[in-house]
């Protein structure tokens, strides 16, 4: 994965990659929410030692994960189309509602001029499509100091900071 | 009105930078058209017919002398000297640069003015009651909850790529509705419960487009303090389930019916348990924070209908008339809501000269404590002006062309930008507006007419309002050929109905007599004092039907 940002830099090294439903899962593979749910018993042990994780597609909500998003230590959510913003929903109710803690990775149609708004959805890795210029994305996260609305960063609106 | 802080500031001077860096990388190459497309829309910049178009927001309809004059300057500088006024209370240039589009936001958020949010499919900007906050008759002034609305859904992080763009409208009158807050994605009427609390009744998917729907109540009683996370919840249902497949069904209004709308209330409902005590719940202090620019002003203690404008309107029958149908009472002894026409005739509905735009913005400082608004009506009004002055201020806006007496008449008409500007219309509707308004220009048969609402859309899109007209012209393609359907019945108040077509379609120099027959129709029928829209309902569909396309053998 070329393009794979977090917030402050190029991750050049990384151990995450996906895996097919047909293939067999090795350490740090990513699966579908289908495979987790239906091998789940079978891969809790992999999945404590925080060597899982699960691709949702943009179609897959944050309730269908629920509570499990606590076993896995990596999620990625797909955005088939940059115009498709389902998973800002799905990122904020895995930070908010399920209270998440693990990495957050944006996968799919990442571009730079969406970061920003991934960033306070609660995304923290990103998957850049391969044309993006790293530093022209890593620098979009400074887009904006204010902002009016709670986040995943600060759960305070600004009314509150005023 | 709302001053910015610096908090407000600083954001908008950063929007700015961002666009302008947006702009510089699609120039560059960097951006490819379609992923540009959805930044300038953002950023309130179409591409219609022949040059691209610059929506400037309008938060609610309420700006300043000075903003107005900014507005005139970027007319002047980057534009053909004029400006169009939507029905959604923003501003619009037909004529700027592409390239110049950074500049001109530059320009506009030195006073604190924006175009954001006036595309694209995010929540776009609040509307509200024209008369808010000086008409006797509103619940409580509707301006801060719109305010607060609008600082929440500004770059909003998570609502940003919604399934299509998404419009909230305000209304806090109990028995008039001048927002139409039924045709919009949510409707929200402020009121009272028992108790004596403010709070809000709320409706959901409503609109107009290609499939017009009425709204429907989700909760009849919302608690001041759960505005924001109530709203959260509604949207975010939406983001979720709302269709992505098919841009003519992604509007709520679609998943509202789909799933109806006692589920929709349903998952509203549950979505809004999980967040609706925590961080976003307003607070005492951020009401009264936002409440606090918009106290009354320092009116003075006047006479009502003092004795120099009884007068005026006893000497002078023109003033007098225009009195009678651009003037509004005011909350206020002494003072009066005067409606500023953008209906002259021989000009495009809306549509101001730089020139009546800095008239406009020195007689608001001269008579109406600075302030404008602009209505979904496209007209602009001077909210606080003193009764004694206003013979003094006819004056001035007759001369300026800005005093035309039909307010609420047949040719006060909405009217799209049609095929004349906009690169989706089927037909064009300024020239359809401008023959009827040169048809029926005789002011004493109009003011004999009464109200009646004509709205015209060049297209299905329905910019014009046309399903909610009690008369809609709705332009259709016809092998090639621009044609007119008709529709009557149609009222965007709280009322709200959509019109049923008349009949087979006109063509356009057919288009006046076509509404003369409506119109004797309504003459011959009416009973005393019926508006039109009562003779309509009343007598029925096929009795005009009948006057325009003769009784069938
Ligand atoms: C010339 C450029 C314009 C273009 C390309 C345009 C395009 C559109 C489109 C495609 C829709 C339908 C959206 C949908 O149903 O999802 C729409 C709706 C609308 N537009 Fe425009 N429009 C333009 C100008 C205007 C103007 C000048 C006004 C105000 C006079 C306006 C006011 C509206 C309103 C009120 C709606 C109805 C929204 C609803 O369905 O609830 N538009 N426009
Ligand atoms: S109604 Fe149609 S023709 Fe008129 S402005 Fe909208 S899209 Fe254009």
Redesign the interface.
Known sequence: MANLINTEQHIEQDPWHWVDDEQAIDEFAIISLERWQAQQTELKGQALEHKLGVHLRSDQ?ADQLGEDAHLLALISIDFPK?????G???A??LRQ?YGYQGELQASGDV?I??L???K??GFNRFALREDQ?IQ?ALDAFA?????????VSD??????R? | MYVY?Q?DQ??LN??VA?FRG?MA?YLDG??PEE?FL??RLQNGIYVQRYAPMLRVAIPYGLFNAQQMRTLASIARDYDKGYAHFSTRQNVQFNWPALEQCPDILERLAAVQMHAVQTSG?CIRNTTTDEFAGVTADEVVDPRPYCEIIR??S?????????PRKFKIAVNAVPDADRAAVQVHDIGIQIVRNEQGDIGYRVMVGGGLGRTPIIGTEIRSFLAEEDL?TYLQAII?IY??FGR?DNKYKARIKILVKALGPERMAELVEEEWQ??KD???K??T??LD?VKAHFTAPAYRTLEANPASYQQALADDAAFARWVQRNVREHKQPGYAIVNLSLKQKGNAPGDVTAEQMDAIADLAEEFSLGEIRSTHQQNLVLADVEQQRLYELWQQAKANGLATPTLGLLTDMICCPGGDFCALANAKSIPVAEAIQVRFDDLDYLHDLGEIDLNISGCMNACGHHHVGNIGVLGVDKKGEEFYQISLGGSSGNDASLGKILGPSFARDAMPDVIAKILDCYVANRIDGESFLETYRRAGHTVFKEAVYGKPD
């Open positions: 909500t940059f115009t498709d913003g389902r800002y929903t799905t904020r109710l509602t571009l001029d969406q920003f708004y991934m306070r959805c210029d022209d887009t904006f100091s204010v902002t009016y609305q709670s986040d759960p305070r609106p600004l009314f509150r005023r | 802080d908090y600083q954001l950063e929007r961002q947006q990388r960097k951006i992923e959805p930044l499919n600082q929440w500004t770059f909003h992080p998570e609502f940003a790529y919604l924001l975010r983001n979720q992505r999980r967040i925590g961080e976003d307003l607070t202090a951020e924070r």
